[in-house]
């Protein structure tokens, strides 16, 4: 018998893998599994401790980490003290929840051999107040992408810890102000790349970049590459926010289905990214009013490239049917996961709970691109 996830043989009677320490056999992945946020006191990225339940604070920890099956605790030799879960590396897997209506999950999937996805999350207390979600994928076929990216989404973050210009003087003034401040988002983000280049290196690391921001009923999206930003309402169709650039897009302009497009030959191959031959630096950028329920999501291709349309997106987040965003990135995740897991897999998510009373005034160049839509013609770079 071979373990469904990972194809390793199982020894008879086995509850979980060996080699992957995912359940097997009748035993169905923990909906949730104690959440770990990373913290560079504590290890090369950020870790957070457990939480037990549906909107439970994580606590920072540089103690043990907790079993990602029973939350007991993991010994030095990577499994579980209790339940003898062989756990991933903290690279590997990890999860953040800096706030109880924010959380994400990053995962090395099935088929790679590490990680190279990255996020960085940051919140405010107050639920649908200010949210920032970050998402970087290293390119797989570029040296060191997993160190490059986690760089890069965390000085990409940290450039949006301030809330956004607002309030000066004409639209055009203030859309000018908040298009320079993604700019130097993007900026820091490359920066990190940049600094973890090897001198004369054939293939630098690279990355692509998606950041979503929340204030209030006002939803900002930046992109280069493609990984995704998604408005998914209760109940309603979701909406893509962010404009790949990829060779599919490409495709998809020019006429031909988007399914064909993204499953065909050339369907990950991107046209812009973050490194130090990165063709351009200047994002796409979108401005949505978002007034609620439902989820701001940013991920990876290795989530969307399961569920590409939004309404594929919805069904399963309909069918997580919960409203805890650790809960629902575990069950994303795991989604992949089931359908191949080809990729490293990242799915952020902020809650937006209830409608708000008034929603603020959509800007007229609001949901257009702060760049155009012009995508690179040729085969660009394969995503990881």
């Known amino acids: ?67 990602f099956q029973c ?59 200010r949210a920032v979600l970050v998402v970087l994928d290293g390119v797989s076929n570029t040296d060191d992408s997993h160190l490059a990216s986690l760089a890069g989404a965390k000085a990409a973050r940290d450039v ?60 900002y999206v930046a992109n280069i590459g493609d990984s995704r930003a998604y408005w998914l309402p209760d109940g309603q ?7 790949d650039d990829s060779v599919a897009q490409a495709q998809i302009a020019a006429g031909m289905d988007r399914k064909a497009a993204e499953e065909g030959p050339q369907g990950h191959a991107i046209t812009r990214w973050l490194g130090i031959d990165a063709p351009d630096l200047v ?32 069904e399963q987040v309909t069918a997580a049917a919960t409203t805890d965003p650790m809960a629902l990135a575990v069950a994303l995740v795991a989604f992949a996961n089931g359908r191949g897991g080809q990729d490293n897999i990242t799915a952020a998510l902020a809650r937006v709970e209830a409608a708000p009373t008034e929603a603020a005034p959509a800007d007229p160049a609001a949901g257009q691109n702060a760049a155009t839509d012009q995508q690179a013609e040729g085969e660009g770079q394969a995503d990881g």
């Open 1 to 67: 018998m071979n373990c469904p996830h990972c194809a390793e043989p199982l020894a008879d009677g086995a509850a979980f893998c060996e080699a992957c320490g995912k359940p097997v056999g009748g035993a169905a992945p923990a909906a949730a599994a104690a959440p770990v946020d990373v913290s560079q006191e504590a290890s090369p990225f950020e870790m957070t401790a457990a939480t037990r339940g549906p909107g439970a604070r994580a606590a920072a920890t540089s103690g043990p980490r907790p079993c």
């Open 71 to 129: 939350g007991a605790t993991v010994g030095p030799d990577g499994y579980c003290e209790s339940c003898g879960t062989k756990q991933p590396t903290e690279r590997d897997h990890f999860r953040e929840q800096p706030v109880p209506w924010v959380a994400g999950v990053c995962d090395r999937g099935i088929r790679h051999s590490r990680n190279e996805d990255a996020m960085a999350l940051h919140a405010t207390a107050q639920g649908g107040d």
């Open 160 to 219: 949006l810890l301030t809330p956004l210009p607002a309030g000066m003087g004409t639209d055009e003034s203030r859309n000018s102000a908040v298009k320079r401040v993604f700019s130097d988002s993007v900026q820091a983000a490359q920066a990190a790349i940049v600094a973890l280049t090897p001198e004369g290196s054939t293939k630098p690391p690279s990355a692509t970049y998606v950041v979503g921001v929340l204030e209030g009923t006002r939803l």
């Open 237 to 243: 169709p979701g909406v893509q926010l962010s404009v």
């Open 283 to 314: 994002p796409h950028l979108t401005e949505t009013v978002v007034t609620g329920p439902g989820w701001v999501l940013v991920c990876s291709d290795g989530l969307w490239n399961y569920a590409s349309e939004p309404s594929l997106l919805v």
